[in-house]
């Protein structure tokens, strides 16, 4: 399976026909599919922020992003197509993304959903606060423990 996986990273101001991509899938995933208000979702960090597209068999499937924020480095934005989850895809998105910043900062963290906190733990991860909601979705913060 490795072999029909790329994932292309870029600065959201490199190339608008790559980020056009990335928010696409994001939108698929959480403005229809989690009725995320797309306000919220493309946000005012899209230029700023390294994106991660993932193509699986020739087509973008996954997307992410991170950026740097005054607590560290932030991870968010992690998406995954309904038709394409439950093949790893994610797992070796979340692994490139943190193996890509190693070393830029000692503090790496993200909102996970409530849904997704188990698969942020596997991939080393713990909970560092109590929930709350963002974007009407029941969120918990997480660290990376490098």
Not at 44 to 65: C, F, P, Q, S
Not at 82 to 101: C, H, M, N, T, V
Not at 104 to 124: M, P, T
Request: glycine content about 6%; aromatic content about 10%.
């Amino acid at each position: 399976m490795k072999n029909n996986i790329q994932i292309i990273s870029f600065l959201g101001s490199e190339s608008e026909e790559l980020l056009a991509k990335a928010q696409n899938i994001r939108t698929e995933v959480f403005v229809h599919e989690q009725k995320v208000s797309v306000e919220i979702e493309i946000d005012e960090y899209e230029k700023v922020a390294t994106h991660y597209l993932v193509k699986y068999n020739n087509a973008y499937v996954g997307a992410a992003r991170y950026r740097k924020t005054d607590s560290g480095i932030k991870l968010e934005r992690f998406a995954i197509l309904l038709k394409d989850r439950d093949k790893g895809l994610g797992k070796i998105l979340l692994e490139k993304i943190l193996a890509d910043i190693k070393g830029i900062s000692e503090n790496i963290y993200l909102n996970a959903q409530e849904k997704a906190i188990s698969f942020y733990q596997r991939g080393g991860f713990e909970i560092t606060s109590d929930e709350f909601i963002e974007a009407n979705i029941v969120h918990k913060t997480m660290h990376y423990k490098s």
